[in-house]
């Protein structure tokens, strides 16, 4: 029996089920497409700051940043907000990099409780300034 006659012979939840299973499938796929593509996005940028010119990835990281608020996606959140941070610190501008990195700290904060890594790698950062 083909998948169509067995859903025939169910009841109607059955095959609502099936369809709200099938939706929920794929506008997951969808939604992993896109915050992948944003990941990918900011990895990219983080070559300005490789070569010396922070001020250019900037508004990337800041329109990775409104992209990831209007997904609600916690973790690039909190990843736009480490990277703003990180250009701002190799641009010397030293008290946006503070605050972006505490915004930083308080968005993984939010996603996760496992954020000691993170949270590490940014105290280091806010020490080698004092």
């Excluded at 916690?74 to 990099?97: C, M, P, Q, T, W």
Aim: hydrophobic residues 40%; contains cysteine.
């Amino acid at each position: 029996m083909d998948l169509a006659q067995y859903l025939m012979t169910q009841e109607p939840f059955a095959v609502l089920f099936c369809w709200v299973l099938f939706y929920v499938l794929n506008t997951t796929k969808e939604r992993e497409n896109k915050l992948n593509e944003q990941i990918d996005a900011q990895n990219d940028v983080l070559n300005y700051i490789d070569m010396g010119c922070p001020e250019k990835a900037k508004p990337h990281f800041e329109h990775a940043l409104e992209k990831a608020t209007e997904s609600d996606a916690k973790r690039l959140i909190g990843s736009a907000l480490y990277n703003l941070g990180l250009s701002y610190f190799h641009n010397d501008e030293i008290v946006a990099a503070i605050k972006y990195i505490n915004d930083s700290i308080n968005a993984f904060k939010k996603f996760s409780e496992k954020y000691d890594v993170v949270i590490e790698k940014l105290d280091r950062i806010e020490r080698n300034q004092k």
